[in-house]
């Protein structure tokens, strides 16, 4: 084969491009649901159908493609499903924003069924865009089994989830507080809040007494503003300052209402504030369960705009005319401000304090959240002795799912154990539309429609139909469905089943119940999951759960969680810190291998990821260091196969190098078996840098000189080279694919082809101790003194070598060739009688010393050179001394100048000393006598 078969430079770009089209169109990917090889299945985490490619994506793919790439080699039915998640909130708000350029009509304008047709539209254009990006990073999916958690299979599943649950008692509708995102529009869930202390301020308020205007509670709060709603005044019952006044009422500020004092130890600390605690029902959590606890009325101020709503002032809360139409229509932040200035004015204000509190907000839209009370839709998960989270709770406590890294158990149980139900419903309208209907007959009073659109308000008290055609009151069919839509997370937690088929009693054909049986069987539950920890609770806890109930099965068997991937000083990448870095840039300027090897090298379980450019610049140089081996070994291909010289023995060195690969081999499969990608990643990296390239390729260099090793040398440079390709191909597929297609010529797929198995039989002892001892061991000796004299590698020096033991000459002389070689040798004396020359560098090694004498007038040259160089360091110290006893620059310059300064001068006083010691060690050979020393 000719020297230019491979271009001299690796180009990634027409490498990637080509195998990922030649993968996908030879279905090389393709899992067969009736194989009876053993199955290795997971499920993508379905990005969201807005979504594009950043570096946890990358990072997250990576990893799951190195798992299936390495089964599938391994000779597993690898099954590696992908699809995108429909993303309710994200998606609305995309076409949403995409009208309001285009300067149309808005979402209640154009209607429901408009809308959402939009949408449909949108997602057909654009909400491909992550899939590809995913192809791009060579994510080897099953393609043709690309799911969409609003698909019609999905669909059904998600129908069928629903109504089970509601038959079964665990999807209930209720009306109470739920966390209302007033920017999004909808209701979210607990765990979609997001909380951070905030400086905020205290209010210290006079709450008068009735019918006493000198009496008063003082009440401590971080928002007056809710003081409007309140029903109460909670005490201590064992608080001597107020329990006199339990029973009593209290004329509440700003309105023409009186409120009860009540005794509530559970809300209440003594300690805390100023002991008496106001009680809102509508606008905090705590203070619902109070209220549930002593019937007080719940009055909410806003709507779902989160704005104050007039009528709820005026007919609900009563609030003072006046103060009604300042208040009315006001964002909650803009009426704390009327309040507070109102309760000024009219002396109740006693005093403000700074204080900080946590604060709640979208985790979308980072809006601050509202407690709102509203009918909602939950699944109740809390129930005792047989809830959906004991299941979950108890499969990972047995040890059914294991959680790697093992850490994030505590994390798990912690939130499982006090687990809120699940609030599933949105007000929105992308995504699966609640299958309840009403009755229009039966339930007329209870459907409001919202004036100027086709929406509709349920009341809480509405009987819902589930699961039927027809009312079972009057037999009407004259039905209007629930207007919400369910949680994007509901749909997603049926991922790992439904995408199978589940149910497959469901499917439209008697082939489509077959397949989907087939896929149930053979690929759930599915293998492991890949996954961030941000969704440990959103996602992977309610798959756990739902998949015990439905299937009655975990729903997969390990969850490897990994870290976050940071920017090279550790900060959180974001827009607003414009640290944000794009992988597809990345990609672009040093080819996806390079990026993919970098996120799995840094991979280590528990440990953020510092991502720094320059270490995908290193890995770069690895992919031309393969390449560079592959266009060497080319160059060395015999012309005439059958006038080679017939192949030997193995030599010295191919059983070294084999010996030493079987060990890599089972040391990267020992860590993929346990997670630890950066592990194998880093074992690859030292023997194919190293071991192969810097070594083996080096010593056959030798071997390919003479006729009787020629041809083994060659065939051993390409069986290991082969080798280690299969070994690297999970990590660096593409450039892998490239190089094995040539070495191959038109063979099977390198991405289809076996795995490297560990061979204990391949490991010669006796060849790893005397190349590493004998070859490795002295030619870095021999290099380092000739570093440390400044002897240029182009001059070749004589070496003597004094053994301790007859036994290890022979070895020595078998390894001749090779020394002289690597290590630029002209002659080398062996044996247990040879003495040290007078002036000589020598090294211990553990066959004996070796000594490479030098000449007098290099010493001497080398030790002016030595001293110039001592002379200049020492100056460079006297100059950075004076400026840091400068009191002037060290008070006035930057801290970062100061340290950068401290830190020259120290790396100077480090250099002097390294100096020092090798003029010493010279001017000891000066001085030195002749004989052994």
């Not at 309140?230 to 064992?238: G, I, K, M």
């Not at 039905?479 to 994007?488: F, K, N, R, S």
Request: hydrophobic residues 40%; glycine residues 6%.
């Amino acid at each position: 084969m000719p020297d230019d078969v491979l271009d001299k430079i690796y180009d990634p770009k027409t490498v990637e491009e080509k195998w990922m089209k030649r993968w996908e169109e030879d279905r090389v990917f393709h899992a067969d649901a009736r194989s009876d090889r053993p199955s290795f299945s997971i499920v993508i985490p379905p990005p969201n159908v807005t979504g594009s490619l950043h570096l946890g994506h990358a990072l997250n793919s990576t990893l799951q493609d190195i798992l299936a790439r390495w089964k599938r080699m391994s000779g597993y039915n690898v099954l590696w499903l992908p699809g995108t998640d429909h993303a309710g909130i994200a998606t609305q708000n995309v076409v949403e924003r995409q009208l309001a350029a285009e300067g149309g009509k808005d979402r209640h304008e154009l209607g429901r069924e408009a809308f959402i047709e939009r949408v449909w539209d949108w997602k057909a254009h654009s909400g491909g865009t992550i899939l590809e990006q995913l192809k791009r990073l060579g994510a080897s999916c099953d393609w043709s089994r690309e799911r969409f958690t609003m698909d019609s299979g999905l669909s059904r599943a998600v129908q069928e989830v629903f109504v089970r649950l509601y038959k079964e008692g665990l999807i209930y509708r209720h009306k109470r507080l739920i966390n209302l995102c007033p920017q999004c529009r909808t209701a979210l869930s607990d765990i979609e809040v997001e909380h951070e202390d905030v400086q905020g301020k205290m209010y210290y308020i006079k709450y008068p007494l009735a019918g006493d205007a000198e009496a008063f509670l003082v009440v401590a709060t971080t928002r007056p503003e809710t003081l409007l709603g309140d029903t109460a005044v909670a005490v201590h019952p064992d608080d001597p300052r107020y329990n006199a006044l339990i029973g009593k009422k209290i004329k509440l500020p700003l309105t023409d209402r009186t409120i009860p004092i009540i005794s509530d130890p559970i809300l209440v600390d003594r300690e805390k504030g100023t002991g008496a605690v106001k009680i809102t029902p509508g606008h905090d959590f705590n203070d619902e369960q109070s209220g549930k606890r002593h019937g007080l009325e719940k009055i909410s101020l806003i709507d779902w705009s989160g704005e104050t709503s007039p009528w709820a002032l005026r007919e609900e809360a009563q609030v003072q005319p006046d103060l009604v139409k300042s208040l009315s229509i006001k964002s909650m932040s803009k009426a704390r401000k009327i309040v507070v200035k109102t309760l000024e004015e009219a002396g109740l204000l006693i005093k403000t304090e700074d204080h900080t509190h946590a604060l709640g907000k979208c985790y979308r839209c980072k809006t601050i959240v509202e407690p709102f009370d509203s009918p909602q839709w939950f699944v109740k998960v809390d129930e005792q002795n047989n809830s959906l989270a004991k299941g979950a709770i108890d499969a990972v406590r047995q040890k059914r799912i294991r959680l790697i890294p093992e850490s994030w158990e505590a994390n798990y149980f912690g939130w499982m154990e006090n687990i809120e139900d699940w609030c599933i419903s949105r007000q929105i309208w992308w995504g699966h539309q609640i299958p309840v209907w009403y009755c229009k007959v039966c339930d007329e009073s209870d459907l409001l429609a919202v004036p100027g659109s086709d929406e509709l308000i349920i009341a809480s008290d509405a009987t819902p139909i589930v699961g039927a055609s027809s009312c079972a009151k009057c037999g009407g069919t004259d039905l209007v469905q629930d207007p919400d839509v369910l949680d994007t997370w509901f749909s997603s937690a049926l991922w790992p089943f439904s995408t199978l088929g589940w149910p497959a009693e469901l499917q439209p054909d008697e082939a489509g119940r077959l397949e989907a049986e087939a896929m149930l069987k053979r690929f759930y539950p599915t293998s492991t999951l890949v996954s961030a920890f941000d969704i440990l609770f959103f996602w992977i806890a309610r798959m756990i759960m739902m998949g015990l109930h439905f299937i009655k099965e975990v729903p997969f068997k390990d969850v490897y969680i990994h870290a976050l991937v940071r920017d090279a000083d550790g900060q959180k990448m974001s827009k607003s810190k414009g640290n944000v870095v794009n992988p597809l840039d990345l990609m672009a300027k040093h080819g996806t291998d390079a990026l993919r090897f970098t996120l799995a090298s840094m991979a280590s379980p528990g440990r953020d990821i510092k991502l720094a450019e320059e270490r995908i610049e290193g890995y770069r140089n690895f992919c031309n260091k393969l390449w560079n081996a592959a266009r060497f070994i080319m160059m060395n291909r015999p012309e005439n196969k059958a006038e080679a010289h017939p192949k030997s023995e193995q030599t010295l060195i191919t059983r070294w190098i084999q010996s030493r690969l079987h060990q890599s081999i089972q040391s990267v499969s020992r860590a993929l078996e346990n997670y630890r990608f950066d592990e194998a990643a880093q074992e690859i990296y030292q023997f194919t840098w190293h071991t192969y390239c810097d070594w083996f390729v080096e010593l056959s260099k030798v071997d390919l000189q003479r006729d009787e090793t020629r041809q083994e040398s060659y065939q051993s440079l390409v069986d290991i080279f082969e080798e280690t390709l299969r070994l690297l191909h999970p990590f660096m597929p593409f450039l892998t694919e490239e190089l094995w297609a040539y070495f191959q010529e038109g063979e099977t797929c390198l991405a289809i082809a076996p795995y490297p198995v560990y061979d204990a039989q391949k490991i010669d002892s006796q060849a790893k101790e005397v190349v590493q001892s004998v070859v490795i061991d002295t030619v870095l000796a021999v290099r380092n003194m000739r570093g440390e004299m400044n002897i240029p590698p182009s001059e070749t020096l004589p070496l003597f070598i004094k053994t301790t033991e007859q036994g290890i000459e022979d070895q020595i002389e078998k390894a001749l060739p090779y020394l002289k070689r690597l290590a630029r040798l002209s002659e080398v004396v062996i044996g247990v009688s040879v003495t040290k020359p007078s002036m000589a560098a020598f090294a211990t090694t553990s066959y004996g010393e070796i000594y490479l004498p030098l000449d007098e007038a290099r010493i001497r040259d080398e030790v002016d050179r030595l001293r110039k160089r001592l002379d200049k360091t020492e100056k460079s110290i006297e100059v950075l001394g004076k400026k840091l006893s400068n009191k002037k620059f060290v008070a006035n310059a930057p801290e970062a100048i100061v340290e950068k300064t401290k830190m020259e001068q120290q790396e100077h006083l480090e250099n002097k000393e390294r100096l020092l010691g090798e003029v010493n060690h010279l001017q000891a050979l000066l001085s030195a006598e002749s004989g052994d020393v």
